[in-house]
């Protein structure tokens, strides 16, 4: 097996602890997407960047019928893709359904404050970095984060032609065209050093970061899924992580086992470095304006409430080498929680019960509104985010 040289370290601390997850997170930081990757390949050889939504959209919207002139390898990748695996529960993804829009202030707020910020503590954060996605479009990425998680967990959304499933290929498909603008353009990527940009390991790891990591930090910040729902919740994002291209032989199949795989693959990653330092600043900073708090004064207070939030979430050692400001002297987090306690409370009075329900269906809708009708299928066609086309 070959080693990147930066998870050298890493990889001998993980070993120690679960050598058999250890050597599979190694062994894939080598390993892209092979069926998106050849998709992007045909794609840049025969089909003008301005077509690309149209190839890609028909294909998408024809499915189960799919267009004469479809490329093959397009073809290869949605047939994979729409079969539904025999463990799959829709009774038990709908429960996961319920609880999330139950819970969805907390989920987007620990999806904010904690999960993508974990996930940015990784070398994932380079790719990111490199194509300057976080910081000159850190609004966006967040919304397109929420809106992944909104889509996944509609009813029916993750059925092959459901809104969830379209927009977990259409990430596969950038994933795959942001690592062959890395690879073919970038001279800051090493792969003798880093691995292969956006790989199948940091999938994984972002998997498992967006699912039991998730439910954790929700579960602080005072969610309330029952141990069925946080599991329907997991078993959802299974499902959500071979739709985006990571292999069943490595995916995990519950909450415990999700929950290990982010800490050995957490392990086996380098520490925090300057482009981690960047992205996750960026999100925490971006988040205030995709709550709708544009006054510079309100964005930059709000801004100081998620870093103390962050911080109490992730930890001081993360958060420290994040670079980020000083602790509070009062812990935030059982306000959070009262402030959940007392929504779930008036939820139950009747003369409360309409406006709960659509305040929290009203803030899904507006944290990941991408002021857009239709999704773009279109692909990055530059390495820096500026300088590419619209997508």
């Known amino acids: 097996m070959k080693i990147p040289s930066c998870y050298a370290s890493g990889y001998e601390a993980a070993r120690a602890r ?3 997850l250890a050597e599979a997170y190694i062994r894939h930081t080598t390993i892209g997407d092979p069926l998106a990757d050849k998709v992007v390949d045909g794609l840049a050889a025969h089909v003008p960047p301005e077509q690309v939504h149209y190839v890609i ?4 919207d024809r499915h189960d019928r799919l267009p004469d002139d479809a490329p093959a390898s397009l073809r290869d990748l949605i047939a994979d893709a729409s079969v539904v695996p025999e463990w799959f529960d829709r009774s038990l993804a709908m429960a996961a359904t319920r609880a999330f829009f139950r819970n969805a202030e907390s989920v987007l707020s620990a999806l904010a404050m904690a999960a ?16 300057s996605r976080i910081v000159t479009n850190g609004i966006r990425r967040l919304k397109q984060n929420m809106l992944q998680l909104v ?10 032609g459901g809104d969830g499933w379209k927009l977990s290929l259409r990430i596969r498909l950038v994933h795959a065209q942001s690592r062959k603008l890395i690879r073919e353009t970038s001279d800051e990527w090493d792969p003798e050093v880093y691995g292969t940009p956006l790989s199948v390991a940091h999938m994984l790891l972002g998997a498992a970061a967006f699912s039991a990591r998730l439910m954790h930090h929700t579960d602080r910040i005072g969610g309330d899924f029952s141990p069925r729902e946080r599991e329907a919740y997991v078993h959802v994002w299974r499902w959500t992580g071979l739709v985006m291209g990571i292999p069943a032989s490595i995916m995990f199949h519950d909450e415990a086992s999700a929950q290990r795989t982010f800490e050995i693959g957490a392990l086996c990653e380098p520490p925090p470095d300057e ?14 304006l995709v709550l709708g708090f544009t006054n510079p004064a309100e964005r930059r207070a709000e801004a100081r409430v998620f870093y103390r939030v962050s911080r109490e979430l992730i930890g001081d050692d993360l958060a420290n080498r994040l670079n ?35 305040r ?3 803030t899904v809708l507006d944290a990941s509104n991408l002021n857009r009708l239709d999704h773009s299928y279109s692909l990055p066609t530059a390495l820096l985010d500026d300088e590419s086309r619209a997508w």
């Open 18 to 20: 679960d050598p058999r």
């Open 57 to 60: 959209g028909r294909a998408l």
């Open 116 to 131: 993508i910020v974990e996930g940015f503590s990784t070398l994932i954060s380079k790719s990111f970095r490199i194509r």
């Open 151 to 160: 889509e996944q967990f509609m009813p029916g959304g993750l059925e092959p």
């Open 275 to 288: 482009d981690a330092i960047i992205m996750a600043n960026s999100i925490i900073n971006s988040a205030p």
């Open 324 to 358: 980020y400001p000083a602790a509070g002297t009062l812990p935030l987090l059982p306000l959070l929680r009262l402030k959940q306690r007392a929504f779930r409370m008036a939820s139950h009075m009747p003369i409360l019960r309409g406006y709960v329900k659509r």
């Open 360 to 362: 929290a269906f009203t």
